[in-house]
């Protein structure tokens, strides 16, 4: 039994939404741990006055079906609560087995997986939209896995910054916010620029070959005015300039990478194929600075690549938004790479 919102806080003085969701969860997590491999047949969910039921699987529940419940099933009024009660086949069921289950509620780590991947591709092409709430159970049923690695994947994407996290409300995929669109692009071109710096004297010639491919993708998709597949070459070109930084730096980069894509996408580059091919040439300069070990070149040029895009989408999103953190982000690494120091960024050992 969860406690029910006052009425004054939900539509008609009857429980919310996310309060029912919750109870839901609460419901299924109980079918997961207590009848292991048996099929839930519906649930349903009580706010004191009403029953809901909440259809899980396309059908109604038949006499095969006995009911248990979480709280007390309202024969009466439930008071200030709300009761969850789902139903199972009336065998006995199978229990877990018991060594497999104690103390040890991981989620599945497959699926964990899935439903990160899936979301953050979700969310940075734009299918789920800047500002947005967030329902655990629709998204759950929409990827198809259960919500406990669910909330799990909603962690590790608010750690990201593409997701927001909110008391006693649903998450929501955060609203466009021009001091983050700079913040994130600046950080961004400091990182990148000092990675493709440790990394370019590291490249052989099989990363050369692997980064012309990808340049040769993305012509073929531009061409082509496939934008999606155009932008899995695009992230997989600037993974590979980085290739040899460090693990730990690599990661930072691609949430990094994610958070600033959902910017450029929500502009007109996202939209206009002509857009696709702006930086051909500079990727390819980019490229030819990095196989020929000149990494002061690579990162400026990188620098410069990066702050362009950047400054173009605040253009379009936010034109009177202070673009400082981006130009001085620029400078720093264009006055490093132009003054001819002799001293270079050692590759990260972490």
């Known amino acids: 039994a969860l406690e029910r919102k006052p009425a004054a806080e939900a539509a008609g003085g009857e429980v919310g939404l996310d309060l029912l969701e919750r109870a839901v969860e609460v419901a299924e997590q109980l079918a997961q741990r207590r009848y292991a491999g048996q099929r839930v047949g519906s649930v349903a969910v009580y706010d004191g006055r009403h029953g809901r039921p909440i259809d899980r699987e396309g059908g109604e529940a038949d006499g095969r079906h006995g009911t248990h419940s979480i709280g007390s099933p309202p024969h009466g009024l439930c008071g200030e609560r709300v009761c969850a009660s789902i139903e199972f086949p009336t065998a006995v069921p199978q229990r877990a087995d018991p060594a497999a289950s104690s103390g040890d509620h991981t989620p599945d780590r497959d699926a964990v997986t899935i439903a990160l991947e899936e979301l953050r591709s979700l969310i940075v092409i734009g299918e789920l ?177 990066l702050s362009r895009s950047a400054l173009t989408v605040l253009a379009h999103l936010a034109p009177d938004a202070d673009s400082g953190g981006i130009r001085l982000a620029l400078e720093i690494v264009t006055s490093w790479a132009e003054s001819g120091s002799k001293t270079q960024p050692r590759r990260p050992t972490l």
């Open 129 to 305: 939209a800047p500002g947005s709430e967030l329902s655990q159970v629709g998204l759950a049923r929409r990827l198809g896995v259960s919500t406990t690695p669910l909330r799990e994947a909603l962690r590790q994407l608010e750690a990201e910054g593409l997701v927001e996290s909110r008391r006693n409300r649903s998450p929501r995929i955060p609203p466009f916010d021009p001091q983050d669109l700079v913040s994130v692009y600046s950080q961004r071109i400091l990182l990148e620029s000092f990675a493709i710096a440790t990394s370019a004297p590291l490249l052989d010639e099989a990363d050369i070959s692997a980064l012309d491919a990808c340049l040769a993708d993305m012509r073929e998709w531009g061409d082509a005015t496939d934008f999606l597949r155009w932008e899995e070459a695009h992230l997989a070109f600037h993974a590979g300039l980085v290739a040899h930084a460090g693990t730990q730096l690599q990661a930072q980069l691609a949430t990094l990478s994610a958070r600033s894509d959902r910017y450029r996408r929500m502009s007109v580059l996202g939209q206009q194929p002509s857009a696709w091919s702006i930086g051909e040439a500079e990727h390819q300069a980019i490229l030819e600075a990095s196989a020929q070990a000149r990494p002061g070149d690579a990162a400026a040029l990188l620098a410069r690549h």
